[in-house]
């Protein structure tokens, strides 16, 4: 279904959805490259918890992609 063909609700609920994977995205990526993170956590955790969330964040876009 194209995008202009969609009803209202259906399109605001797209846009939400991308809103959500960008965020998801912006917060794994100030994980991985963001050094001074008000957390105690280890490097390693806190790369780690930066890939699971780009990770999520590429999921939500690719089941929002395949919603009809």
């Known amino acids: 279904m194209n995008f202009s063909q969609k009803t209202g609700k259906q399109k605001i609920v797209f846009i939400l959805g991308i809103g959500i994977f960008a965020m998801y ?10 050094k001074n993170i008000p957390f105690n956590l280890s490097p ?7 890939i699971v969330l780009v990770a999520y964040a590429v999921f939500r876009l690719y089941r929002l992609t395949k919603q009809e």
């Open 44 to 50: 390693v955790l806190r790369v780690g918890f930066g």
């Open 25 to 34: 995205l912006a917060l794994g990526l100030v994980f991985i490259f963001m």
